[in-house]
């Protein structure tokens, strides 16, 4: 081999073995980069999960906490266990339960269980104890001696979750537990799972104290993971209220702890899913140097070839020089080819850091920024603490019905537009990212101006950008603006307010830049939505109750508080009334009560003709309730009746009645004065002078034994009470005869 044959060949390997440390030193930058940017969007993310399942646990806690507060329920548990199985005050808890279960979301059953008298009563009686496996979830809990404990169960292949709550919950006495059956959309909502981003976000999961899984089955791959980490002692000693990243078996594991529940939640994302971009790369670039190694190596082999067989003639008659110039040349080309892709990998990288910065901000927007390396050292976004700015949101109007019109791709480019439109106007004085079903979200700030200056030009702008959709897109778009502000700390509050002002675009009126003052005025002249729902369980509670002069009162309010200039805008709002109450009313009459067609409402023309036509509603709905009480009453006043007169030779009282019969003692004693304009004691003792009537013609019985068998003192009292009620003694009765 010559000289400049080993010269070339040794080129090629230094550039080789230099291009694969340049290329190692690239993507280990670049991993951490990406990582560390990952794991800070993860963990904000599960730090709002785990603040949203404490909320929601929070809400069941606190439905438990009003449940054992209405009479109903206390009634109930100071019962004893054979009198539970009273009809009416077990028609009265279902009513309860299914009114608990409708305030809740996420929840698909609730269940009153006593655990003494092996009794349940449920909001959907229809599911069934043997379908969801209650009875082995009581026993699991009552073994846990907890007060509350939230259990997955499996069923023929399907997860269960049960949240159940020991009551009551401040006063001693026999437990009751309080069921709460929560569909799996709970796991899939709060923890952003879909599967339109489970490949970019990885897999979810949540462990309890034990290591095991909570909502297992729900997401693939779940079982798997968490069996592997359950075992890690260092993810499940996690303290509580902390949060920690680890590199686990070529996965990244964000974790984060629960002090209320107990759980860790976490993210598992394999290296090889954030990664795979420059590890592609990389492997080419390694691809590409064991070539140049090999081509290398073959040339070695082939020279000293050559140079062992003597075809030295051959070497002679290449000119050295010539030869020198083409090992330069190739080396050199080599080298250019792999530098080109170093190039490309660093442009890639620049291409997803982009994305990743889209996807911290939305959630700077979500949480609120944290710390200034939030957004001044990772972002470089324009904000400072001494600067005035607002959140705004823009969003296509009528978005559902442009689905019918435009293709999906129609619609990514007409969102793509608006962004940059957006963010050609803000320059350097803010920023906007893309959020779902067309709309985007931004913040305008300036710095070094006073209010009044900050106004005019966030006014500009934002007019700018309203005028230039409305004149060259062919949709238009409602912007949303909330106040102006102070600092950062309250970015998150700021873009809460810009979107609430986008949900009530349609009462403020669509392709308009809306502003949240504009609002808070709106507020003040109609009729709001917690306004509206307070008067809605007024009107409901007056029908109820069969109180035709609250139910015109209620109506009046809603007439004074929505003026008529108004009723357009809270028409939808009294639509929800109307349905609310026909839903309410409906479950407690005995026949089938059907809504009116939505139709029929929307052709109410004006807010006067609402409110007779409600009140119409309202007078039919009371009188079909107090035809169903009376009957109820009659029939409850008849059963007492016959049940006494079969044992009125028993030293029967009311209570002696009803429990047997199944019926609460206040509603026989308002069914007896109702029906017969009596009490219990009368009618008691009506029926007793009528059989010692009979006694007294029919037999030879004394008046001794009479007055003992119907349960008197002593014969002088039973006679003084039937002269009182005959107006004759028992003696001279029975010798006078019938006539």
């Known amino acids: ?134 009875a082995s979830l009581f026993d699991e809990f009552a073994a846990m001696n907890t007060d509350y404990a939230f259990l997955t169960k499996d069923s023929n292949g399907a997860s269960t979750y049960v949240y159940i709550r020991k009551l009551p919950i401040f006063v001693s006495g026999p437990s009751t537990y309080l069921l709460f059956h929560v569909n799996s959309k709970l796991f899939y909502d709060y923890l952003g799972i879909t599967d339109d981003n489970a490949s970019q976000l990885g897999t979810a999961f949540i462990m309890d104290k034990k290591g095991l899984p909570i909502g297992k089955g729900t997401f693939t791959g779940i ?44 993210l598992a994302v394999p290296d090889k899913l954030f990664l795979s971009k420059i590890i592609a790369f990389r492997n080419l670039t390694l691809l590409i140097v064991a070539a140049a190694v090999i081509l290398a190596v ?36 080599e080298f250019e080819k792999i530098y080109s892709h170093v190039f490309q990998l660093k442009s890639r990288l620049k291409e997803m850091m982009p994305e990743a910065k889209e996807a911290y901000i939305r959630k700077l927007l979500e949480t609120g920024i944290i710390s200034k390396e939030d957004w001044v050292e990772h972002l470089g976004l324009p904000l400072q603490e001494d600067a005035t700015y607002c959140c705004f949101a823009v969003e296509m109007d009528y978005y559902n019905q442009l689905k019918e019109s435009y293709s999906e791709w129609d619609l990514f480019y007409f969102g793509y537009g608006i962004a940059c439109v957006v963010r050609e106007v803000l320059a350097d004085n803010g920023f906007a990212v893309k959020l779902s079903d067309g709309k985007l979200a931004g913040v305008l700030c300036v710095t070094d101006q006073s209010e009044t200056a900050f106004r005019e030009q966030m006014n500009q702008k934002l007019q700018t950008i309203h005028h230039f959709i409305s004149d060259n897109f062919p949709i238009t778009v409602s912007i949303g603006v909330s106040q102006p502000r102070q600092g950062t700390r309250q970015l998150h509050l700021a873009s809460s307010e810009a979107l609430e002002v986008l949900k009530q675009r349609f009462s403020l009126g669509t392709n308009k830049v809306l502003y949240y003052e504009e609002l808070s005025a709106v507020k003040e002249v109609s009729l709001s939505f917690d306004e509206s729902r307070t008067i809605e369980q007024d ?9 035709r002069e609250e139910a015109r009162y209620a109506l009046n309010r809603l007439r004074a508080t929505a003026p008529e200039r108004d009723y357009r805008k809270l028409q939808h709002l009294l639509v929800d009334l109307t349905l609310s109450v026909y839903r309410e009313i409906g479950a407690e009459l005995n026949r089938p009560l059907e809504a009116p067609a939505l139709n029929r409402l929307l052709g109410l023309s004006t807010l006067e003709e609402w409110l007779q036509w409600l009140d119409q509603q309202a007078e039919t709905l009371i009188s079909m309730l107090q035809e169903e009480y009376q009957d109820q009453m009659e029939q409850v006043a008849h059963t007492i009746k016959t049940y006494l007169v079969e044992h009125v030779q028993e030293d029967i009282r009311l209570e002696d009645c009803c ?23 009368e009618l008691l003792l009506v029926e007793r002078i009528e059989i010692s009537k009979q006694w007294l013609l029919e037999t030879d019985i004394g008046i001794d034994e009479i007055a003992k068998k119907l349960y008197y003192s002593n014969a002088q009292s039973f006679t003084r009470t039937f002269k009182k009620m005959t107006g004759l003694p028992p003696g001279q009765f029975r010798k006078l005869g019938p006539g």
């Open 298 to 333: 073959l040339a070695a082999v082939a020279s000293n070839h050559v140079f062992f067989r003597g075809w030295n003639k051959i070497i002679r008659l290449i000119d050295e020089n010539a030869g020198a110039k083409s090992a330069t040349k190739q080396s050199k080309d």
């Open 539 to 547: 009107l409901i509670h007056s029908i109820r109750s069969r109180n």
């Open 659 to 681: 429990k047997p019969l199944g019926i609460p003692v206040s509603v026989a004693k308002q069914a007896l004065k109702e029906v017969y304009e009596t009490t219990f004691t």
């Open 223 to 266: 079982e798997e993971i968490t069996r592997n980490l359950a075992h890690d002692e260092q993810i499940t000693a996690l303290p509580a209220e902390q949060s920690e990243s680890y590199n686990k078996n070529g996965m990244l594991v964000t974790c984060v702890s629960s002090s209320m529940t107990g759980w860790i939640f976490g």
């Open 1 to 134: 081999m010559s000289k400049k044959m080993q010269i070339a060949i040794a080129n090629i390997l230094v550039t080789s073995l230099s291009i694969v440390l340049i290329g190692l030193v690239i993507f280990s930058q670049a991993s951490d980069i990406i990582r560390s940017q990952i794991e800070s969007a993860h963990l904000s993310t599960l730090k709002g999960t785990r603040d949203h399942f404490e909320n929601y646990f929070t809400k069941l806690n606190q439905s438990a906490v009003q449940m054992e507060k209405i009479p109903d329920f206390e009634k109930w548990l100071n019962q004893p266990g054979d009198l539970k199985t009273n009809q009416l005050d077990m028609l009265a808890l279902v009513q309860l339960l299914i009114r608990v279960q409708a305030s809740l979301d996420y929840v698909d059953n609730v269940v009153l269980y006593d655990p003494l008298a092996k009794n349940q009563i449920s909001s959907q009686p229809a599911l069934g104890d043997y379908n969801m496996g209650y």
